[in-house]
């Protein structure tokens, strides 16, 4: 039978307060058996040796032999109870106390009565019963104790047991009283003892939720957390990690992560002022690595954080954003007023009636090149006006479905203009649904005006890569060229006459204000694709 640790023991029923943890009970129980074996065997033992007859005079031999072995049976008999655990812990517990008082008072009696001092065994008994049970039951005992005492003496002087004793009444007077004294300080001393455990659980309840917490906030990071020691052994570790260093095993020393963060981390132990490592990881952005100093009283441990570097771009993109919306907010007046002024001017001049028809033309340029320096105005304004990520947890799968289907409705499309291929499985990412929305207007806005839509509809599926969730949006257009390529994110960079060139530079600095990442590829069938990747929203602790 197994032992519940966390149950709680209320031994005597007439008490109240604090309990005992039930592990602790019984072990206590234990003990006092240990006792009660030890001492039933002695008595057995002084009996048959002449040693033992010559320290004790005995004065009724059979009531002592059947008083000595009755006691060591019972006690054989309580400890198969006690192991198994075949009674309740507050009913053996009385009766190990009840007997020991009621046989070593046939035992005290046995050996001359009183004045014989075996009475003092039974403060032994009294002593056990207010730490194993406690509350009124250890008055109880010692009340017992002393009528079972004074019955004897009554019983003696009644019989002429023994030689008449004056004082024989005063030493049952003082057992008793020292009976009630050992149980009133035994029931002090055991509640003290629960007390102070009940202090102790609660710390370690305590202690146990700090851990927890401490554990769900290292699981939910978005930055590697490795603890390692001097040796470079890698203790703990989250799933970030893995992530960042493009993984799939957490090894057990950094040098297996990279040999050169294993050397950067040295040069920081012998220079700490160079606690800051940029770490190159194949297929994948740059990460930035930083080392800190854990001590603790008996051991030093090294925390190392690792972060992607849109971490460092998404801090400065807000910072970018709290300018440009400073500086727009600033000039945005002073330009558009003008604007204003001059494209009402050219509107008035276009309706003149003795303009020439090449006039009428330059007009109307004029009215054109306006409007689009107002669009450009416009989607300054919206990228300086952009709040903070509020990010959400979203099912991409059905938030694509339903966002396919507003997009046809609100341009007036075929339903057959794009096709969504969903993963079978659902899949959760962490972002902020309007920023998400507006990325993927600029994604499919470009794909219908440049990825030649009458070839065939245009592809958005999600794919699983590692720990990220991806969206992809392929058209049928002939791609971009190499030379173009590297300036495809810059912003008021286009190849069109009529665009402004910040679609694309708003939707990766969307992307890179909500931890994702915007990258543009060729697939396998020639065709362009953008693929936005998301970070999925949960991730585990690793420890080694």
């Known amino acids: 039978m197994t032992e519940n640790t966390s149950e709680t023991i209320y031994p005597c029923p007439l008490s109240k307060g604090y309990g005992i943890p039930a592990q602790q009970a019984w072990l206590l129980l234990k003990v006092f058996l240990g006792y009660r074996l030890t001492l039933a065997s002695l008595f057995i033992i002084l009996f048959y040796t002449q040693k033992g007859s010559a320290l ?44 020991d008082i009621l046989i070593l008072t046939l035992i005290m009696h046995a050996y001359g009565g009183v004045t014989s001092g075996i009475g003092i065994l039974l403060a032994v008994s009294i002593a056990s019963g207010g730490l194993l049970i406690g509350g009124r039951c250890a008055m109880f005992f010692a009340a017992l104790a002393s009528l079972a005492v004074l019955a004897e003496q009554l019983y003696a ?26 149980s009133l300080l035994s029931f002090v001393l055991a509640k003290r003892s629960e007390q102070m455990l009940q202090i102790a659980d609660e710390q370690k309840q305590a202690i146990s939720n700090l851990e927890e917490l401490n554990q769900y906030i290292i699981q939910h990071l978005q930055s590697g957390i490795i603890i390692t020691n ?17 993984l799939t095993v957490l090894p057990t020393k950094l040098g297996d992560i990279s040999e050169y963060l294993q050397g950067g981390f040295q040069a920081w132990l012998a220079n700490n002022e160079q606690n800051l490592l940029v770490l190159h990881v194949l297929n994948q952005s740059d990460i930035h690595v930083r080392f800190m100093l854990l001590p603790t009283r008996y051991q030093v441990f090294y925390m190392i954080i690792i972060e992607d570097s ?24 002073e330009i558009r007023n003008p604007l204003s002024a001059i494209n009402h001017s050219a509107q008035l001049l276009s309706e003149s009636p003795d ?29 300086s006006r952009r709040k903070d990520s509020r990010r959400e947890k979203i099912e991409l799968n059905a938030w694509l479905a339903d966002y396919l289907n507003n997009f046809t409705l609100e341009q007036a499309l075929r339903a057959d203009s794009f096709q969504l291929i969903a993963t079978p499985e659902p899949l959760f990412v962490c972002i902020d ?12 806005q470009n794909a219908l005006n440049y990825g030649q839509p009458d070839r065939g509809a245009i592809t958005v599926q999600t794919v699983t890569l590692k720990q990220a969730s991806c969206i992809d949006v392929i058209d049928n257009g002939a791609g971009i060229s ?29 992307a890179e204000l909500n931890q994702a990442k915007l990258i543009y590829y060729v697939t396998a069938e020639h065709k362009s694709c953008f693929r936005l990747c998301l970070f999925n929203a949960d991730y585990t602790l690793i420890e080694i």
């Not at 004793?165 to 009630?180: I, K, R």
């Not at 300036?487 to 939707?507: C, D, M, W």
């Open 56 to 99: 004790l005079s005995i004065h009724h031999s059979p009531l002592f032999t059947y008083s000595s072995q009755s006691y060591l049976v019972l006690s054989v008999i309580s400890g198969v109870c006690i192991f198994w655990k075949l009674t309740r812990y507050t009913i053996q517990a009385q009766l190990l106390i009840v007997t």
């Open 157 to 182: 002087d009644y019989m002429n047991s023994f030689e008449i004793n004056p004082y024989a009444y005063v030493y049952a007077g003082m057992l008793g009283a020292s009976f009630f004294t050992i």
């Open 230 to 246: 001097q040796q470079q052994v890698i203790l703990m570790a989250n799933e970030a990690v893995l992530r960042l260093t493009n």
């Open 310 to 333: 849109s971490l460092y771009n998404q801090r400065l993109q807000q910072s970018k954003l709290a300018s440009l919306g400073r500086l727009t907010a600033s000039i945005a007046h």
């Open 355 to 383: 303009l020439l028809a090449q006039d009428v033309r330059l007009t109307h340029i004029i009215q054109t090149n306006v409007s689009r320096v107002n669009h450009i105005i416009e989607d300054i304004l919206q990228l």
């Open 433 to 444: 649904p309007n920023h998400l929305k507006q990325i993927m207007n600029n994604l499919c």
């Open 482 to 510: 190499r030379e173009n390529l590297s300036h495809l994110f810059e912003p008021f960079f286009t190849t069109s006459t009529s665009g402004t060139g910040l679609g694309l530079y708003i939707s990766r600095e969307l």
